[in-house]
């Protein structure tokens, strides 16, 4: 089995890049996926297997994955993209779970 | 457009038994390659993903919770119904349902429902 691991927080300021990272040995063969929160809301999926951009998610959003470290990455981020993401995959060993990361939250400055 | 509400108890006491329904509109449970999931957050900590139940009936659990749970659907009336025993105050969360695809040996969850807070205390 394997844990995903995520920083704590991300500061970014408005118009600026915030990336986001989620890092597992296990990450080189298994996809992730991102999770928006905002406070008080559901989460919504913000990125599926890595790359993919559910319809209605800005163009800002994009995935990217490399070694052990997928990242989220929002460009020219905006007020409104301050919340805590996640990133979740799946763990096939040893019987079938679903796992999240700690969360990240990210401050918009 | 596909909605879930997950729909029980606000208040629970300690060992009593947890049952939550989730009633979905906008998809069929039947399509392959469909799934709910059950997931939850303690006030103020990380997503938690507790049961799926697949569209070919297929259940998984989380293995540290196990033992505590079942999660079951009615087709019929669009419901899923996850349970779970023994409740303790560690147990307190919001509580989602969502909407699971399942794709080449992946599954994400999308969308959610708006979810529940459930409290454990005497």
């Known amino acids: 089995s394997y844990e995903l691991a995520q920083p704590p927080s991300v500061s970014v300021s408005p118009g600026q890049t915030a990336r986001i990272t989620c890092s597992a040995d296990a990450l080189p063969n298994h996809y992730a996926h991102w999770y928006q929160q905002k406070p008080g809301q559901a989460p919504v999926l913000v990125m599926y297997?890595?790359?993919e951009r559910p319809s209605g998610i800005p163009e800002r959003f994009s995935g990217s994955s490399s070694g052990t470290t997928v990242t989220l990455t929002i460009s020219g981020v905006q007020a409104e993209d301050e919340a805590d993401y996640y990133c979740?995959?799946?763990?096939?060993?040893?019987?079938?779970?679903?796992?999240f990361g700690g969360g990240t939250k990210l401050t918009v400055l | 457009q596909i909605t879930l509400k997950e729909s029980g108890p606000t208040l629970v006491k300690p060992t009593q038994t947890l049952t939550l329904t989730c009633t979905f509109s906008g998809f069929s449970l039947s399509t392959s390659g469909v799934g709910v999931a059950w997931i939850r957050q303690p006030p103020g900590k990380a997503l938690e993903w507790l049961a799926l139940l697949y569209w070919d009936g297929d259940k998984r659990y989380s293995p540290s919770l196990k033992s505590r749970l079942n999660i079951s659907k009615d087709t019929s009336k669009n419901q899923v119904v996850l349970t779970m025993t023994n409740m303790d105050p560690v147990d307190t969360a919001t509580y989602y349902c969502?909407?699971?695809?399942?794709?080449?040996?992946?599954?994400?969850?999308?969308?959610w429902g708006q979810g529940t807070l459930v409290t454990v205390s005497t």
């Open positions: 969502a909407h699971s695809l399942f794709d080449s040996g992946w599954d994400w969850f999308d969308p």
């Open positions: 297997k890595d790359t």
């Open positions: 979740q995959s799946d763990d096939n060993s040893g019987g079938y779970r679903a796992l």
